[in-house]
Each structure stands twice: as structure tokens, then as C-alpha cells.
């Protein structure tokens, strides 16, 4: 059976529209099972009917003229039971009915098996055959699994239109739906661009040569034209980012200079591995390095390493990417979209991005952001290489994506971007105004930063200070663990950035599956694993030297906060607490005249949040990471497509969580704060301030919109609104309750301009 079903799922993919599908399917599912008939209907949306669309052993004629009503026969019992239906002999059911056109009284053994896409009903497949018989297990489980594959075939079509002109009117299936993760905030209308890598490292062999001066001058030679291409598209982004934005090719360009990759390639060479093999060698030890680590936004610099490598070898093989024409409004979509990508695009032409891979932490989603692009990620449904040309739409707001859009679709979406445009004219003249609600409540607003390039960013939007700086970055991109003195030069350029503002910089969070390429790591269960302080603690060395740079790169400014991540308890507080009073009397001996800087403790595991008040106690201030505690609390990897959609900080249990944790911190008279994509959510700060956290920390992009909102609000208001709203039990109703108080105040448009529209 599984060969036949291989076999099958061959031919299908092959098929070049879902007529042709659709006919494979009948026939060969009826071959396999040794029955008289095979059919297939869908579900026709516009009269919500099952059509009869293929069939083997019924009459042809009837193909497109025999429908029924979810609530008729034994075809719509399948579809609304969501459940196959095996019948011995089917004209004994009660919901039998018979249809003359298809000549099908002589058929008495049924067995019908729904076809479901993302939770919704598309059609049903059918055998049939003459004699009384059971169908059995095998064959019952044979029939579901064609009827999930017949799903993705459908989901393909309708992305692509094919499916139009088979409904009953000839109109059928118009556009298409699919959900990915946002990642970039925005609505965009445009046709589909899509960029195939230009070369592909995975199928490159092994080759021995001889003349290995040959094959490093070859490689030095790629080397050398990407280096320019890099320059090029640096020089042509420039008038669209800030320079700042702009060191994320700085980074491309030092992962290539001698003492990185360029230098890794070339000792491989030098065994007598020919260049294109040295360098997928290369490449896919650091990407596989990268894919391990716990943290998302370094584990998306696998997809960096991956397309630096491609590009190389494109220039190894000598195939230049084929000039791609780009029209007026692109959407550009690939596999796996790269910071590069964005640059081939002409000025002006670009308005959004879809990425099959990848999730908001993305190198490119961190650009779309800055760059105003709304940005999908995470489409894995999208049958990418077939739509090409196609008309699209981009919700970035949603992590949705249309495809063939109706007319109504895109006037609606075409009034979003309109007034997308509009407000974020506006927000420009909040910056130098505070944060204060109508009734005078003041809420500093803080960003998270880790590459430089957060620095002018967030300084232009008017933050208050650094809510978390990632210390982990500066780590990533050595090849080996930064000296005393490097980190200091690091931390001290962020420390006068911002002062005399506030940074609250994280100790390192590494460990297990978050592994240095010269600090490696191997664990069955990363996320509960040796990471965050577990693994500074068992290394006091790191640990130290670290506090040791942050103390001395304070001097003078004293504006340093430091902040411990993953504590399950006192007791790793107690013993991060030793080592940071043990570096700061180090430093104070050698001549550094450095106070005691406030230490705080990230809230980000369950066991946390139950022991605040025991943690309170013994430091200066709390900070919650509520991108993890959500993770933790919902086990849920909200990078993984297949279940992001369960990932919901709105979620009851979060929700009282976060309540409990402040009220035991100001129990304890000390502040909390509170960092991550929660905090940017103009909607959910306004629940967090009514909460009472002191201060919200969030990426600079969104903090001009959670400004706008906490302006327009009462604090009152906003904590008789959580009082309701923490007697909900559904995170849904939560989602919808918070949208109708704020539209009912008439601020619904800030949060998401599409979800005040009934789209």
C-alpha cells in the first residue's frame, strides 16, 4: 500500500492542473482498492454544496450537474461529521439518497473519507462497490491519508486559481487564504514576484584536485564579486535605510573577510577539496550550528550563512540569477527570504514580502520592519514556485496572505494601506512628547535593542532608555569568547548611546541548543536544557569576566542595569548574586570608582513567576520576558507555523501570570517590567499598565503606536477594563472584548487598521 500511495502522490504532484489531479486520483485509488467506483466532490463555497468534480464507475456526464446540501445523503454526512463513514450496505442508512443521473442503485458497500484543510471542510472522496462488504482498516486508513493529500493538491489550486470555471456556474473558487506568522506590521496589495535561490549548495558532490592554488583563486574570485555585490546593494538600499539598518550588510561582509568564512573555505581547499565542495562543507556546519540554538533571532542566521553561500557558489558556477522584472507594487516572495533579496528589488517598486521559512526574528523581518514593509513569514502552505504573476494582498498585522483577491478584497485592504500611511505621518510629532494618559498616569517607555543597528532607531523614535540589550550578540560573531577588553569597548558604546538614560543589559543567555561555534553544545530537549544562567553559573569564569566589562564600561555614566535570565529560583539568584558583588569589589580594587548597579531578575520560566515575591526580596527590580513565559506557560514554540496560532499572550493563564507577578514585586516594594512583542501590542500595554507594570520595553518600531494609544486612554478606564476582562476564560473573547472597548472609544484603527474593517 505505501508504494502504491508514493506512486500516487508522484503522479499527482506532477499534474498540471487540478482537473488532471483530480482524474488521477479517481483512477488510481480505485485500482489500489480493487472497487468499482472512485469519486471526488468539493464543496462549492458560493452555494455551499457538494459538487460531484471526478469520478471512475459513475457516468461522466453527471461531473459538475450532481450536487447535494451538507444535509443530504451519505457524501454530506461525511462532510459535516468530519469523519470517514464505512457502510456495509449503504441503501440501509437512513441518510441514503439515490441520484438517477449517476446510474449508482446497483452500488451497495460505501466508504467516504472527508477532505480537510486547515480545519475546513473542501469536499469528500468515495468508493464504492456492488457487493455487501466491510471495507477494512487498512483500506479505511489507505482512503484518509489520499484525502489529506487530496487537501494540500486543493490548497495548491485554490492559491493559484486553478480551480475557477469547475464550480456549478463556472465561477467556483475565487481567492484564496493563507496563515503564516506577521512579520512585519501593514497591509499590501501587489503581484507576486517569486525569487528562487540562486544556486543550490545541498547537491554540490565531493571532487579531489590537484591544483589547489587554482580552485583558491577561483574561490577568492567569488569572493570578490559577492563582496562587490554587497556594496552595491548597500550603496542601493541607502537612501531607504538608515545607516545603522545598513551594518546588517556590514555583518555579510565580515562573515566573508579572511578571518571568517573566506578563511574556513580556504583551509578546506587546501586538503585537496575542490572550492564549490570546501564550501558547502563550510557553509553547512555553521548553518547546522545556528539551526541548534535556542534562541530565535539567532537561529534565524542560518537562513544569513545559507544565502552568503548560495551566492558564492552561484559565482563558482558562473550563473548569475536571471534578471527578475520586477512590476509596480512587487511582492517579493522565496523560500526563504534574506536581507539581501531586498536589495535587488528597484526603489519604489517594493511593498511586501511573503517567506515560506523563517519567523519574526528573521534578519529580514527585522529590516521589513525598519524598512515599513509589511512582511509574512512562516507560509509553509504556500505553494510558492506556482504563483508567480498573481495577483496578491499581504496582511502583515494578521500573518495573512490572499491570493486571486476579489474586487471587493482589494478596495478594502487598498483603504488600509491609505490609512496606514496617514497615521504613521502623524506619530512622527509624538516624539519628544511623554508618555501620560488623560488622567496624568506617566509610563516610561523603553526599547530592546542587540545590534547596533537598534541604537539611532530607537533614539529616533523617543525611547527612554534600554528595557533589554541581548549580550549574546557580540559572542555570536567571534570565533571565540570575547576578551575583557572587548566587551568593554561594546557595552561602553551602548551605555554613553543612551545616557544618561537607563540600560538594562541581560547577562549571557547561551547554552545547550543556543551553542558558540567554539563553546558546542548537544542535548536531546534544548528548551529544557543547559541554557541562560544554568550555563554562566556552572562557568563562573565567563560570568565574571563579563560583569567585569559591563561594571568598568559604566564608569563615569552609571546607568547600567543588570539583568539575569532563565532563573528557576533563589537559590541561582543567590549564587549570580555572590559572583556579581565578588567582580564588582575586583574592579573597585583595581582604581574603578563604580557604584553597585540595580540587578533585576527576568520572569520567564512558570517556577518564576510562583516565586516573585522570594526573588523581590533580594533584588532591585523584576523584569518579564513574556515572549518565553507565554512559550513555557502554553507550551507552545510560537516559531513553529504548524501551532503559532495557540500562541496567544492574551491567553487567560498568561494573563494572570503577569497579575500575579506584579502584585508580588510591589508587595515587595520593587518595580517590574516588562519586555517583549507583548509589550509592543498597543492593545496589550494598555491591559499591562492597567496591571500596574512600571515600565513596558519593546522594539522601536512599535513604540511611536503604543505612545499614541496609552495618550488616549484613562488609567481608570484601563483597569475596569481588565477587571473584566480577567473573567473571561476564552482567549478569544478576551481578543474580541479588548477590540470593542477600544473601538467603542474609537481607537481601534491604531491597533490594526484591517481588524476595524469586516474584512
Known amino acids: 500500500m505505501l508504494n502504491t500511495l508514493r506512486k500516487i502522490v508522484q503522479e499527482v504532484n506532477s499534474a498540471k492542473d487540478l482537473k488532471a489531479a483530480l482524474g488521477i486520483i479517481v483512477l488510481r485509488v480505485k485500482e489500489a482498492m480493487g472497487s468499482q467506483v472512485c469519486s471526488v466532490y468539493l464543496l462549492d463555497p458560493e452555494t455551499n454544496r457538494f459538487v460531484l468534480m471526478a469520478t471512475e464507475g459513475l457516468n461522466k456526464r453527471s461531473i459538475g450537474k450532481v450536487s447535494m446540501a451538507p444535509n443530504e445523503g451519505l457524501v454530506g454526512l461525511v462532510g459535516t461529521r468530519e469523519e470517514p463513514l464505512n457502510l456495509e450496505n449503504a441503501a440501509d442508512h437512513p441518510r441514503y439518497r439515490y441520484f438517477a443521473e449517476t446510474g449508482e442503485e446497483r452500488y451497495a458497500s460505501f466508504l467516504g473519507a472527508p477532505i480537510i484543510h486547515h480545519r475546513r471542510v473542501v469536499g469528500v472522496l468515495v468508493i464504492q462497490q456492488k457487493e455487501r462488504r466491510q471495507f477494512d482498516e487498512g483500506e479505511e486508513a489507505f482512503l484518509v491519508t489520499m484525502s489529506a493529500q487530496l487537501a494540500g493538491v486543493i490548497a495548491h489550486a485554490e492559491a493559484t486559481g486553478s480551480i475557477r470555471g469547475l464550480g456549478r456556474q463556472g465561477k467556483g473558487i475565487q481567492e484564496a487564504k493563507f496563515v503564516g506568522v506577521p512579520g512585519s506590521p501593514g497591509a499590501a496589495v501587489g503581484t507576486a514576484v517569486v525569487m528562487l535561490p540562486p544556486a543550490d549548495l545541498d547537491v554540490v558532490p565531493d571532487k579531489t584536485v590537484s591544483d589547489i592554488d587554482a580552485e583558491i583563486k577561483l574561490f577568492k574570485t567569488a569572493l570578490e564579486g559577492v563582496r562587490a555585490d554587497m556594496r552595491n546593494l548597500s550603496n542601493k538600499l541607502a537612501t531607504q535605510l ?91 516572495i522565496s523560500e526563504e527570504l534574506t536581507a539581501t533579496m531586498l536589495g535587488e528589488v528597484p526603489e519604489g517598486k517594493l511593498v511586501g514580502l511573503i517567506s515560506v521559512l523563517g519567523s519574526g526574528n528573521s534578519h529580514v523581518a527585522i529590516l521589513a520592519r525598519a524598512m515599513g514593509i509589511p512582511t509574512v513569514m512562516g507560509l509553509v502552505d504556500l505553494p510558492y514556485s506556482k504563483v508567480d504573476g498573481i495577483a496578491m494582498i499581504v496582511d502583515g498585522n494578521r500573518g495573512e496572505v490572499f491570493t486571486n483577491p476579489s474586487e471587493v478584497l482589494r478596495k ?125 553559573l556552572d562557568h563562573p569564569e565567563i560570568f565574571l569576566v563579563q560583569t567585569r566589562a559591563m561594571l568598568k564600561a559604566s564608569e563615569g555614566l552609571n546607568n547600567l542595569r543588570i539583568l539575569l535570565p532563565m532563573i528557576s529560583g533563589t537559590h541561582e539568584l543567590e549564587e549570580a548574586l555572590h559572583l556579581i558583588h565578588r567582580a564588582w569589589g575586583e574592579v573597585r580594587d583595581e582604581g574603578a570608582d563604580v557604584p553597585m548597579p540595580p540587578i533585576g531578575v527576568m520572569i520567564e520560566i512558570p ?147 484591517a481588524a476595524a474593517k469586516t474584512l
Request: hydrophobic share 40%; charged share 25%.
Open 412 to 536: 478594502q485592504y487598498a483603504e488600509v494601506v491609505e490609512e496606514e500611511r496617514q497615521l504613521s505621518q502623524g506619530l512622527d510629532a509624538l516624539r519628544e512628547l511623554p508618555c501620560v494618559t488623560l488622567d496624568g498616569h506617566r509610563v516610561p517607555l523603553l526599547v530592546n535593542t542587540g545590534l547596533l543597528a537598534d541604537v539611532a532607531r530607537a533614539q529616533q523614535r523617543g525611547a527612554e532608555g534600554v528595557g533589554l540589550y541581548r549580550t549574546e550578540v557580540p559572542f555570536m560573531i567571534n570565533q571565540r569568547f570575547p576578551s575583557e577588553k572587548e566587551q568593554l569597548a561594546i557595552y561602553r558604546e551602548q551605555l554613553s548611546a543612551f545616557h544618561p538614560l537607563p540600560v538594562t543589559m541581560r547577562s549571557l543567555d547561551i547554552g545547550g541548543d543556543k551553542s558558540l561555534s567554539y563553546f558546542p553544545i548537544k542535548e536531546d530537549n534544548p528548551f529544557l536544557g543547559w541554557r541562560g544562567i544554568r550555563v554562566t
Open 242 to 332: 538608515r545607516p545603522e539598518e545598513r551594518a546588517l550588510f556590514e555583518v555579510y561582509q565580515m562573515m566573508l573577510d579572511d578571518a571568517s568564512l573566506g578563511n574556513e573555505v580556504k583551509t578546506v581547499i587546501k586538503t585537496g577539496q575542490w572550492a564549490q565542495g570546501a564550501l558547502r562543507q563550510v557553509v553547512s556546519d555553521h548553518v547546522n550550528r545556528f539551526e541548534l540554538m535556542d534562541d530565535a533571532y539567532l537561529r534565524e542566521r542560518a537562513s544569513d550563512v545559507r544565502d552568503l553561500g548560495r551566492r558564492l557558489l552561484a559565482y563558482l558556477q558562473e550563473d548569475r540569477s536571471t534578471n527578475l522584472v520586477y512590476p509596480d507594487n512587487t511582492i517579493l
Open 607 to 753: 517556577a518564576a513567576v510562583y516565586q516573585a515575591k522570594e526573588l523581590a526580596r533580594q533584588v532591585d527590580f523584576l523584569s518579564v520576558g513574556s515572549n518565553d513565559l507565554t512559550q513555557y506557560l502554553l507550551a507552545v514554540d510560537r516559531n513553529n507555523p504548524r501551532v503559532a496560532d495557540l500562541y496567544d499572550y492574551l491567553h487567560p493563564a498568561v494573563l494572570q501570570a503577569l497579575q500575579h507577578v506584579v502584585r508580588d514585586a510591589h508587595a515587595e516594594g520593587k518595580p517590574v517590567s516588562i519586555c517583549g512583542e507583548m509589550a509592543g501590542d498597543p492593545a496589550a500595554a494598555v491591559l499591562l499598565m492597567a496591571m500596574g507594570f512600571d515600565s513596558l520595553s519593546m522594539n522601536a518600531t512599535n513604540l511611536p503606536k503604543v505612545k499614541w494609544l496609552l495618550r488616549q486612554v484613562n488609567l481608570s478606564m484601563a483597569k475596569e477594563l481588565l477587571a473584566e476582562l480577567m473573567t473571561i476564560d476564552n482567549p478569544q473573547v478576551i481578543h474580541s472584548s479588548l477590540q470593542l472597548a477600544l473601538k467603542n472609544l474609537g481607537l481601534t484603527r491604531m491597533i490594526n487598521p
